[in-house]
């Protein structure tokens, strides 16, 4: 069954290009368009989809205040955001409200139904190329999701975990360049999550960031 798929983008040509793009691959199906963050709730009351993936910027409502509204909304439906380059200090709002992955606009066809796949099973994904942005913006910034204020030691393993995940990496890309297999990877990657006590891959750079680990 292929992935359905919310687009969020108030600019129409480029809407139309990424509904484009998404058709040439039959694993995706565009289920339903927004021209604007406010429309997101709404739409959602009539059709069912996978995953949302949102622009960041849009003039009526961000895509941080749309994350915000699905929060308050007690909707978990996964969140991909598209993002530019200049676009670093967004992005780290946006994680804190929730957003799942962010992807730069110039993508391939091959990244972006990886990322929209990935965030649907539930994975953390952000583009190395937004990462580097992202980390940058995020140093010195106070960390206000829940986590442990003093947590245990990472091991020298976990941290090289941990920096491969800051990187953007993928499961599988963790476990081919420490030549470990994918699930020893995935139960080193919630081991940390744990010491951390944080939720997900993305708070847990964040708590390490704050911590001055990575």
Request: glycine share 8%.
């Amino acid at each position: 069954m292929s992935t359905r798929v919310l687009l969020v983008e108030d600019q129409m040509l480029v809407r139309q290009g990424i509904k484009s793009l998404l058709a040439l691959d039959d694993s995706v199906n565009v289920v339903g368009e927004c021209e604007d963050g406010s429309q997101l709730i709404d739409t959602l009351n009539r059709i069912d989809c996978d995953v949302i993936l949102m622009d960041i910027r849009m003039p009526k409502m961000s895509g941080i205040e749309a994350l915000n509204a699905l929060s308050a909304n007690a909707i978990t439906i996964p969140v991909l955001m598209l993002t530019t380059f200049d676009d670093h200090t967004l992005v780290s709002g946006a994680i804190s409200a929730g957003a799942k992955g962010y992807l730069l606009k110039d993508v391939s066809l091959e990244t972006l139904v990886d990322g929209i796949k990935a965030v649907e099973r539930g994975e953390t994904l952000i583009q190395p190329a937004v990462t580097e942005k992202v980390l940058k913006g995020l140093q010195g910034l106070d960390v206000t999701f829940e986590s442990f204020e003093t947590p245990e030691t990472l091991t020298t393993k976990e941290l090289e975990i941990l920096r491969l995940v800051a990187a953007g990496y993928s499961n599988k890309e963790i476990a081919d360049t420490i030549f470990k297999s994918t699930g020893t990877v995935k139960n080193q990657v919630s081991a940390i999550m744990a010491k951390l006590g944080v939720r997900d891959r993305t708070r847990a750079v964040l708590k390490a960031l704050e911590l001055g680990w990575i």
